[in-house]
Nanobody
Framework: QVQLVESGGGLVQAGGSLRLSCAAS????????MGWFRQAPGKEREFVAH????????YYADSVKARFTISRDNAKNTVYLQMNSLKPEDTDVYYC?????????????????WGQGTQVTVSS
């Protein structure tokens, strides 16, 4: 089992920044990738970014590239999502997730464990 706890969401004006954190515990040695997804009511969960737990390689959705940065601190078992130049369309519930597998990591279906989600609201 892996437990994930997110923090750092909130309300920010357009153009502002937020940093989300996701603390992992439990079987963290089995994690291959950590990802961030977001979801609006009635919509499918959307990929944002992922990071390889050991190597640190990253991948981003086109919609957030150059604005968001995913990083990890292995000593703290924590993954971060730094979000800059926020836009109203970034408003969503953001979830972190842990994947044991190694393929199709932009699909939420490939992730084994999920955090509870944190609300990000960007006002115009």
């Amino acid at each position: 089992q892996v437990q994930l706890v997110e923090s750092g969401g909130g309300l920010v004006q357009a153009g502002g920044s937020l940093r989300l954190s996701c603390a992992a515990s439990g079987r963290t040695f089995s994690i291959y990738t950590m990802g961030w997804f977001r979801q609006a009511p009635g919509k499918e969960r959307e990929f944002v970014a992922h990071i390889n737990w050991s190597a640190g390689s990253t991948y981003y959705a086109d919609s957030v590239k150059a604005r968001f940065t995913i990083s990890r601190d292995n000593a703290k078992n924590t993954v971060y999502l730094q979000m800059n130049s926020l836009k109203p369309e970034d408003t969503d519930v953001y979830y972190c997730a842990a994947a044991f597998g190694r393929v199709l990591l932009t699909s939420h279906l490939q992730y084994n464990y999920w955090g509870q989600g944190t609300q990000v609201t960007v006002s115009s």
